[in-house]
């Protein structure tokens, strides 16, 4: 970490060589690094990736090997707070778009004083169920949240993520016969 942190600080490029999960190989990048960031207890290299000319995220923990180069590149304005607002993890690869979220009266409880995002607002109680409003990226990392209250949350809005949330639950039954 310590050698990414003066990598960041005075603009030099890193090479990594990095595993994917979804990879067999590892594969060797030229990035530029811009920041770290902590989601669900794993840690994340923000930067530009070179070949691709595109801004990506590497987890740490799959960083095999790291290099600084001698190659310096122009400070790169990226504010992380901003970028990742409507994020619920490190992904922000579907737009944002507004999400309903109705919970038991049970869990409502618990999602009240553990919100979900920073966005969360109550937009409606009776004594069987809230409904809570957020702004986020529908993604991967808020699907497998939404999921794991099971029985105790239901997608509204977007029909696309309600959608999403079904076809997987339908997958996991599948599983089950």
């Given at each position: 970490m310590h050698d990414i942190l003066y990598a960041i600080e005075n603009n030099f490029e890193i090479q990594i060589k990095h595993q994917s999960y979804w990879k067999d190989n590892p594969e060797v990048r030229i990035i530029q690094p811009i920041a770290i960031k902590e989601s669900q207890n794993r840690w994340y290299l923000i930067c530009i990736d070179i070949s691709k000319k595109?801004?990506?995220?590497?987890?740490?923990?799959?960083?095999?090997?790291?290099?600084?180069?001698?190659?310096?590149?122009?400070?790169?304005?990226?504010d992380i707070t901003t970028y990742y607002q409507n994020a619920f993890g490190i992904e922000t690869y579907e737009p944002a778009v507004k999400i309903i979220l109705n919970f038991n009266n049970d869990q409502s409880k618990y999602i009240k004083s553990l919100p979900l995002h920073?966005?969360?607002?109550?937009?409606?109680?009776?004594?069987?169920?809230?409904?809570?409003?957020?702004?986020?990226?529908?993604?991967?990392?808020?699907?497998?949240?939404?999921m794991k209250y099971g029985d105790s949350v239901k997608v509204e809005k977007p029909l696309s993520l309600k959608e999403d949330v079904r076809n997987r639950i339908i997958n996991t039954l599948n599983l089950y016969n």
């Amino acid at each position: 970490m310590h050698d990414i942190l003066y990598a960041i600080e005075n603009n030099f490029e890193i090479q990594i060589k990095h595993q994917s999960y979804w990879k067999d190989n590892p594969e060797v990048r030229i990035i530029q690094p811009i920041a770290i960031k902590e989601s669900q207890n794993r840690w994340y290299l923000i930067c530009i990736d070179i070949s691709k000319k595109a801004f990506r995220n590497f987890g740490l923990d799959r960083i095999q090997k790291l290099e600084i180069l001698n190659q310096k590149f122009k400070p790169i304005e990226f504010d992380i707070t901003t970028y990742y607002q409507n994020a619920f993890g490190i992904e922000t690869y579907e737009p944002a778009v507004k999400i309903i979220l109705n919970f038991n009266n049970d869990q409502s409880k618990y999602i009240k004083s553990l919100p979900l995002h920073t966005s969360q607002k109550i937009i409606f109680e009776n004594k069987d169920w809230c409904q809570f409003e957020y702004y986020m990226h529908p993604t991967n990392d808020l699907i497998m949240e939404i999921m794991k209250y099971g029985d105790s949350v239901k997608v509204e809005k977007p029909l696309s993520l309600k959608e999403d949330v079904r076809n997987r639950i339908i997958n996991t039954l599948n599983l089950y016969n």
